[in-house]
Nanobody
Framework: QVQLIESGGGLVQAGGSLRLSCAAS????????MGWFRRTPGKEREFLAA????????YYGDSVKGRFIISRDNGKSTVYLQMNNLQPEDTANYYC???????????????????WGQGTQVTVSS
């Protein structure tokens, strides 16, 4: 099992930016796609972005397309989420996740992932 540790969350004003990082403990980081999700109380996890293991393909949820950018550095076993033009509705706990080996679900589904971080809180003030 891999340990995922998110960082970079915090309080930001509307229109501002943050960059989240997710560091993985496993040396096999480069073998798996990675994803970012978020959750607010009372709501289901929302897919934000995913990136394939070689960065050839990226995917975005409709609510963040054009504002968020996912990237990864396999040498550092880290995946990033650059978040721009943040709005109050982006306030949530943000999680990274590692692809499940042999997954049968789309990377847009939480079921495609097997390991999750503890999350980092992002709060956007108006």
């Amino acid at each position: 099992q891999v340990q995922l540790i998110e960082s970079g969350g915090g309080l930001v004003q509307a229109g501002g930016s943050l960059r989240l990082s997710c560091a993985a403990s496993a040396r096999t980081f480069s073998n798996y796609a990675m994803g970012w999700f978020r959750r607010t109380p009372g709501k289901e996890r929302e897919f934000l972005a995913a990136i394939t293991r070689d960065s050839d393909n990226t995917y975005y949820g409709d609510s963040v397309k054009g504002r968020f950018i996912i990237s990864r550095d396999n040498g550092k076993s880290t995946v990033y989420l650059q978040m721009n033009n943040l709005q109050p509705e982006d306030t949530a706990n943000y999680y990274c996740a590692r692809e499940k080996y042999g997954r049968t679900f789309s990377l847009l589904s939480p079921s495609a992932y097997t390991d999750w971080g503890q999350g980092t809180q992002v709060t956007v003030s108006s």
